[in-house]
């Protein structure tokens, strides 16, 4: 007797198998017919775009600061050396000179990159993007095995929560270095109200970086993730629901700030190097 396709009896080549757990039997790596390749690419141009840029920049050591409009670059700040020029240091100098392989922001660097490169949502994007693991959704990862987060260095993600406060703390100086700007230097020598360009780029830079912290999946267990009792504690429910309102969009503001930290610091090298002028709204 002949099977045929409509026979109940025919073996299904998609169904489960006896040794597979009840998964189905797929040797292709996806049945998708989209490009799913393409967000991952995307990311890895965009991450690889920052880390390159943010890379020269924090080295180059000059052209980070604009004296008459008091406008300080955010991958110099704060700057606490002996190397920083007059006027950039906003909370003293009291490291000594350092040599150009140290950035002059080297206290603040590595806190920042730490709390990136730990966030939720870039883990995502650089684990598919440079590591395929996976690559996209319904993609199978070419590893041929998973141990998750739980082995060095990847158990260090664990540490996110730490930088996070780091980071909250970094957001206060680059607010602080934000309102220093709108003083602009009068011509007796004096300091006035000033608004130009510049301010209004530093600014936007600063709300951008605080929607991201505002928005990290940390800020949102520590307003509420250890209450019992919502009813018992209303102002912290209540932040915790701006906070997680603001986390729906914590992938969106992680952009952003990426290109706001870009163009913040390029428009500030420009102005400070002469290449071109600040266009000045008020002095």
């Not at 950035?103 to 883990?123: I, M, W």
């Not at 395929?132 to 095995?145: G, L, Q, T």
Request: proline share 7%; with cysteine.
């Amino acid at each position: 007797m002949t099977t045929t396709a409509h026979d109940p009896a025919a073996k299904d080549p998609a169904a489960p198998s006896a040794g597979n757990a009840g998964r189905a039997d797929i040797g292709a790596r996806t049945l998708r017919r989209d490009r799913w390749w393409l967000p991952p690419l995307v990311n890895a141009l965009g991450l690889m775009t920052f880390v390159v840029y943010a890379t020269i920049r924090s080295f180059w050591g000059s052209a980070y600061y604009v004296p008459e409009y008091h406008y300080l670059s955010p991958f110099y700040s704060p700057c606490f050396s002996a190397s920083c020029v007059p006027g950039a240091s906003h909370f003293g100098t009291f490291l000594p000179e350092f040599p150009p392989w140290i950035p002059l922001a080297v206290l603040s660097l590595p806190f920042l990159l730490g709390f990136r490169l730990t966030c939720y949502y870039y883990r995502k994007s650089y684990y598919r993007a440079f590591w395929a693991s996976p690559p996209a959704c319904a993609v199978s990862e070419p590893h041929s095995k998973y141990t998750g987060e739980t082995r060095f260095p990847l158990i260090l993600q664990n540490a996110h929560r730490y930088f996070f406060y780091v980071a909250v703390l970094i957001s206060v100086i680059n607010t602080y270095d934000m309102v220093v700007a709108f003083q602009s230097d009068a011509p007796d020598g004096s300091a006035r109200f000033g608004l130009g360009l510049g301010n209004l780029i530093l600014l936007v830079n600063v709300i951008g970086l605080w929607l991201y912290t505002a928005s990290c999946h940390s800020c949102r267990h520590v307003t509420g993730g250890r209450l019992k009792h919502f009813s018992r504690h209303p102002v912290r429910y209540k932040v915790w629901t701006v906070v997680s309102r603001l986390n729906t969009r914590h992938m969106l503001f992680a952009w952003i700030t990426i290109g706001t930290l870009i163009l913040t610091d390029l428009y500030i090298m420009l102005v400070a190097s002469g290449t071109i002028s600040d266009l000045r709204i008020v002095n």
